[in-house]
């Protein structure tokens, strides 16, 4: 038996496939190769940098499907079924929308994979698949799984290793849709098996691609316990409250850990309570006292902004950028408000009809990457596309590049620290261009 599993690219350009250069490798796929007998044959494709082969011959095919690669992921589903091929779609679009999926592919996972892989090889095998498989959401990678990291071998991802300590996070952000997800519960994965992980493979910079890495404080402080003698770096996403605990803060930084990426989201408290975004809002001091704290510890801050909220304007917007470039964040993200289907922004959109693209942004043959997919309240959607867009721009011109570097508490701690600025500050200056206005599919 021979499965098939596929990693779908966001889509094209006006003019020209899209080549994505900042790709990582596809975690999930991994662990599910890693699940699976070793009498099965596995081949992984990824489709944001190489064609698919779809005449080659497979017994199953299985797609990851996020929200933003949904129309794509059922492009390929359709071609593989043209041919016989039976397809199963699994991923957090697939478990927000079970029932869009289901209309394009012979069986869907809702939930954790990995929770009922083997049920589904066992399906497949006997050429049974169900219609529809559950999982419950859990423990990543539980009783020790490790990803099958030779399928990701000559696909040119970037050097880090992506691993994951905990699912989930406790607050509820009303844009979120791992919160809807994962119902502000917490998972934690053994951290031997986690020490294992890191022992096993040769890598020593991890991306620990957990929702919220700071979520539970005290589990992360046996991590950084554990990690110490590992003499590793590494980055994750975490909640700004964790500048409040000044042990945890040393840890981390005495551990190896180089930065996260923080939802800073709005400068504005209003924007910020609209978000239910709590960690942010109390005692809001516009951020001086968190910020502080992680230049004392040296953290490279990667500032992800959300913009378009009801008291967002375009002036708005440009005094957010001046706010990041005064604080010399190391990256920074200006992402659009997008509505995700199932969250509590998506029903408050649709409630006050105004959401555009008849809903379903992700699936519109007009929508395109990094658009406004609804009407702000004080400006227009296409203001809002073009002040984000300015916003990116300019924070990522060669002028903003090196003021950005020039913090010596944070750029200067090591040649490592200075040549990976470098690196990833020239790519994400490309993608601003790349990626905007980028088609969903291919067709």
Same mark, same amino acid.
């Given at each position: 038996?021979?499965?098939?599993?596929?990693?779908?690219?966001?889509?094209?350009?006006? %003019?020209?496939?899209?080549?994505?250069?900042?790709?990582?490798?596809?975690?999930?796929?991994?662990?599910?190769?890693? #699940?699976?007998?070793?009498?099965?044959?596995?081949?992984?494709?990824?489709?944001?940098? @190489?064609?698919?082969?779809?005449?080659?011959?497979?017994?199953?095919?299985?797609?990851?499907?996020?929200?933003?690669?949904?129309?794509?992921?059922?492009?390929?589903?359709? @071609?593989?079924?043209?041919?016989?091929?039976?397809?199963?779609?699994?991923?957090? %679009?697939?478990?927000?929308?079970? @029932?869009?999926?289901?209309? %394009?592919?012979?069986?869907?996972?809702?939930?954790?994979?990995?929770?009922?892989?083997?049920?589904?090889?066992?399906?497949?095998?006997? =050429?049974?698949?169900?219609?529809?498989?559950?999982?419950?959401?859990?423990?990543?990678?539980?009783?020790?799984?490790?990803?099958?990291?030779? #399928?990701?071998?000559?696909?040119?991802?970037?050097?880090?290793?992506?691993?994951?300590?905990?699912?989930?996070?406790?607050?509820?952000?009303?844009?979120?849709?791992?919160? =809807?997800?994962?119902? $502000?519960?917490?998972?934690?994965?053994?951290?031997?098996?986690?020490?294992?992980?890191?022992?096993?493979?040769?890598?020593? !910079?991890?991306?620990?691609?957990?929702?919220?890495?700071?979520?539970?404080?005290?589990?992360?402080?046996?991590?950084?316990?554990?990690?110490?003698?590992?003499?590793?770096?590494?980055?994750? =996403?975490?909640?700004?409250?964790?500048?409040?605990?000044?042990? #945890?803060?040393?840890?981390?930084?005495?551990?190896?850990?180089?930065?996260?990426?923080? /939802?800073? @989201?709005?400068?504005?408290? /209003?924007?910020?309570?609209?978000?239910?975004?709590?960690?942010?809002?109390? /005692?809001?001091?516009?951020?001086? &006292?968190?910020?502080?704290?992680?230049?004392?510890?040296?953290? =490279?801050?990667?500032?992800? !902004?959300?913009?378009?909220?009801?008291?967002?304007?375009?002036?708005?917007?440009?005094?957010?950028?001046?706010?990041?470039?005064?604080?010399?964040?190391?990256?920074?993200?200006?992402?659009?408000?997008?509505?995700?289907?199932?969250?509590?922004?998506?029903?408050?959109?649709?409630?006050?009809?105004?959401?555009?693209?008849?809903?379903?942004?992700?699936?519109?043959?007009?929508?395109? *990457?990094?658009?406004?997919?609804?009407?702000?309240?004080?400006?227009?959607?296409?203001?809002?596309?073009?002040?984000?867009?300015?916003?990116?721009?300019?924070?990522?011109?060669?002028?903003?590049?090196?003021?950005? *570097?020039?913090?010596? &508490?944070?750029?200067?701690?090591?040649?490592?620290?200075? #040549?990976?600025?470098?690196?990833?500050?020239?790519?994400?200056?490309?993608?601003?261009? $790349?990626? %905007?206005?980028?088609? !969903?599919?291919?067709?």
């Amino acid at each position: 038996m021979k499965v098939t599993l596929i990693k779908p690219t966001i889509g094209r350009r006006e %003019h020209s496939l899209y080549v994505d250069e900042g790709r990582m490798e596809p975690l999930m796929l991994g662990v599910l190769a890693g #699940l699976t007998p070793p009498d099965i044959e596995v081949v992984l494709y990824d489709d944001r940098m @190489e064609a698919i082969p779809y005449d080659e011959p497979t017994d199953l095919v299985a797609i990851t499907v996020e929200t933003y690669t949904a129309r794509r992921a059922y492009e390929i589903a359709a @071609e593989f079924r043209l041919r016989g091929v039976p397809v199963i779609l699994g991923g957090m %679009h697939v478990a927000l929308l079970p @029932e869009e999926a289901a209309m %394009h592919a012979d069986s869907i996972f809702v939930g954790d994979a990995e929770t009922g892989w083997l049920q589904v090889l066992a399906d497949a095998r006997t =050429q049974r698949l169900r219609r529809r498989y559950d999982g419950a959401p859990g423990i990543a990678q539980s009783g020790n799984v490790r990803p099958r990291r030779d #399928l990701y071998a000559g696909k040119g991802y970037l050097p880090i290793t992506l691993m994951q300590f905990s699912r989930g996070c406790r607050f509820a952000c009303s844009f979120c849709a791992v919160s =809807q997800y994962f119902g $502000k519960k917490h998972y934690l994965r053994r951290i031997d098996e986690v020490v294992a992980e890191i022992e096993s493979q040769p890598r020593h !910079f991890i991306f620990f691609v957990d929702d919220n890495i700071a979520s539970d404080r005290m589990a992360l402080k046996e991590l950084c316990h554990a990690l110490i003698p590992l003499c590793v770096h590494w980055i994750s =996403q975490a909640s700004l409250d964790v500048t409040q605990d000044r042990e #945890l803060m040393r840890l981390m930084e005495r551990s190896g850990c180089w930065g996260h990426v923080m /939802g800073f @989201e709005s400068i504005s408290p /209003g924007s910020l309570r609209d978000a239910r975004k709590s960690p942010n809002i109390r /005692g809001f001091s516009h951020y001086a &006292q968190e910020i502080a704290v992680l230049r004392d510890h040296g953290m =490279q801050t990667w500032a992800a !902004f959300t913009l378009g909220y009801d008291h967002d304007t375009p002036a708005s917007i440009r005094a957010t950028v001046d706010f990041a470039l005064h604080n010399k964040f190391t990256f920074a993200a200006y992402n659009i408000l997008m509505p995700y289907p199932g969250t509590p922004l998506y029903r408050k959109l649709a409630q006050e009809n105004r959401l555009l693209y008849d809903g379903r942004w992700w699936l519109h043959p007009e929508y395109r *990457f990094n658009h406004a997919a609804f009407r702000p309240a004080r400006m227009s959607p296409d203001e809002l596309t073009k002040a984000c867009h300015a916003a990116r721009t300019r924070y990522n011109s060669l002028g903003g590049m090196v003021w950005r *570097f020039s913090d010596w &508490q944070t750029s200067f701690r090591s040649l490592g620290r200075v #040549l990976s600025y470098w690196r990833y500050s020239l790519l994400f200056r490309k993608e601003v261009y $790349k990626k %905007h206005g980028m088609k !969903f599919g291919l067709r």
